[in-house]
């Protein structure tokens, strides 16, 4: 089971130098200063440290929080 | 008789256009391009200039730099995918053309993208040396600016129009061609393509995560092979397809520090990055130097140069 706070240490060692401390569960990456390839680094750090699944493509915009992804990881696609 | 690396030498054209502008244009941020695209400028050849052009003033350049005579080429390699016309004749024949080269030189491309250029070094090497040839030229050129669509954000703001010529012979040659590796994930090819209308294709996604997993593991495996360790490397130059890949990789390297990105006033120029780079390191300095280049395949080619002692 995939918790909160496996998903910001993902974070934190995939975005260099993001005070993670600003980050909410339910704020838009893009919106707290992830960009896009930032966005990518913790996809694939999804992947190689927790063991999921590669998401699709077409799911990744559901992922763009921390709490979507974590919905995303207990729902799967909807 | 060993063919080794004498020199190398690069041109970029200098039209270019102004990455941040460009960005504007796609909502894209100067802090985006600066921080993480790292280009902030694109090179563009001239209207007038064909891939064959470029590839003939990096070879005039270095036959300027070096003062050797073109007559003496016995072989000269092309690596492009964006060649002249329709591609046939082989570009490197229009080139041999231009360069006035003796006749009895070998003369072919080679078709590859941003792994180019070490798969080039490889081939080449082979060729003279199975072939007894004494000087060869290798050259890239690949002008993306011919397939690019201008509205597509994946890829105009990454590739920059340059070429490069380097020039191997087995008479003191100044970089020994070490061990190589190479391969491709072939399944992932659509990732990196030229559309039915002819613009390229990229999902970026999908050829990061493809440098990200393959390139350390491939330069484990150079590594591995030469019996030598990621510390006794002077300098790790990997293709430049964004600042951002490469400062991943050399995070996942351990190389940082000694991975330049210098593709900030040009863009990714796809084979020719590496030795545009390569063009650029002071030989007194450096002893053992990576190469890993990487892209359209989805392929990669690794391998090390060592100065002669």
Same mark, same amino acid.
């Given at each position: 089971m995939i918790k909160n706070t496996d998903i910001r240490n993902v974070i934190q060692s995939s975005?260099?130098?993001? @005070? +993670? &401390? #600003? +980050?909410? @569960? &339910? #704020?838009d990456f893009l919106d707290a200063g992830i960009d896009s390839l930032d966005h990518l680094s913790i996809l694939l750090a999804l992947e190689e440290k927790l063991g999921v699944k590669k998401i699709p493509d077409n799911d990744i915009d559901k992922c763009r929080s921390i709490s979507g992804i974590l919905d995303y990881l207990t729902n799967g696609e909807e | 008789m060993t063919i080794g690396i004498k020199k190398v030498s690069a041109y970029c054209p200098s039209d270019f256009i102004d990455n941040v502008s460009q960005a504007e244009a796609f909502d894209s941020t100067k802090e985006f391009i600066v921080d993480k695209i790292g280009m902030l400028r694109l090179s563009r050849k001239s209207r007038k200039d064909d891939t064959t052009d470029l590839a003939k003033k990096a070879v005039d350049l270095l036959s300027s730099e070096v003062g050797f005579s073109l007559h003496n080429i016995e072989c000269l390699v092309l690596v492009t995918q964006n060649p002249d016309s329709q591609g046939l004749p082989h570009s490197s024949a229009v080139l041999h053309s231009k360069l006035g080269l003796n006749p009895s030189c070998a003369v072919f491309d080679v078709s590859l993208g941003c792994s180019g250029y070490v798969h080039g070094l490889s081939i080449i090497k082979s060729f003279m040396e199975n072939n007894e040839l004494s000087n060869g030229l290798l050259v890239t050129s690949d002008p993306y600016s011919k397939i690019i669509n201008p509205l597509d954000r994946d890829t105009a703001m990454l590739f920059g129009d340059g070429a490069s010529a380097t020039w191997l012979s087995n008479k003191e040659p100044v970089w020994d061609i070490g061990s190589f590796d190479f391969g491709i994930d072939s399944s992932q090819y659509e990732a990196l393509s030229v559309q039915n209308d002819g613009s390229l294709f990229m999902n970026g996604r999908t050829v990061f995560n493809f440098a990200a997993q393959q390139i350390p593991a491939s330069i484990h495996r150079v590594l591995a092979k030469s019996r030598i360790s990621i510390d006794e490397i002077d300098l790790v130059l990997l293709h430049q397809g964004s600042k951002y890949i490469v400062e991943t990789l050399a995070k996942r390297i351990k190389s940082e520090g000694k991975t330049p990105f210098q593709a900030k006033n040009i863009g990714n120029t796809v084979s020719s990055s590496i030795p545009i780079l390569f063009s650029g390191i002071q030989i007194d300095q450096e002893k053992n130097i990576l190469l890993s280049g990487f892209g359209v395949g989805l392929s990669w080619a690794t391998c090390l140069l060592q100065k002669k002692r």
């Open positions: 975005v260099i130098g993001f @005070d +993670l &401390d #600003q +980050l909410r @569960d &339910d #704020q | -």
